[in-house]
């Protein structure tokens, strides 16, 4: 599976972003679950928020109710509407994809986390300034 990122940049603190994910080049049992993940030190990411095919969803508590993932099943994408962004949102996000439930491994170790959860894009920066 491959997976394509866009989105991300720049905004001031209280603004929005949006990233998109696209995976190709596998089935559909490689993407049963899709999300983001955020680096949230040197070597440590969290699991931000994914939707299952069956388009069952999960927020980490910090962005809920400013976050939004939505899911095309039909192309294989993932968009996360990012709104009242802070300055602790500011890092690299990780699109992912997975045969299994992303939230099995919703937080540790970087590396840890790109070895049980399938795959994993290149990333994409987010900067917030307040």
């Known amino acids: 599976v491959q997976l394509v990122e866009s989105g991300g940049g720049s905004v001031q603190a209280g603004g929005s972003l949006r990233l998109s994910c696209t995976a190709s080049?596998?089935?559909?049992?490689?993407?049963?679950?899709m999300g983001w993940y955020r680096q949230t030190s040197d070597h440590e990411c969290e699991l931000v928020a994914s939707?299952?095919?069956?388009?069952?969803?999960y927020y980490v508590d910090s962005v809920k109710g400013r976050f939004r993932i939505s899911r095309d099943n039909a192309k294989n994408t993932i968009d996360l509407q990012m709104d009242q962004l802070r300055s602790d949102d500011t890092t690299m996000y990780y699109c992912?994809?997975?045969?299994?439930?992303?939230?099995?491994?919703?937080?540790?170790?970087?590396?840890?986390?790109?070895?049980?959860?399938?795959?994993w894009g290149q990333g994409t920066q987010v900067t917030v300034s307040s």
């Open positions: 992912a994809a997975s045969a299994k439930s992303l939230r099995l491994n919703s937080r540790g170790y970087c590396w840890g986390l790109r070895l049980n959860s399938g795959r």
């Open positions: 080049g596998g089935t559909d049992g490689d993407v049963t679950d």
């Open positions: 939707k299952s095919r069956d388009f069952r969803t």
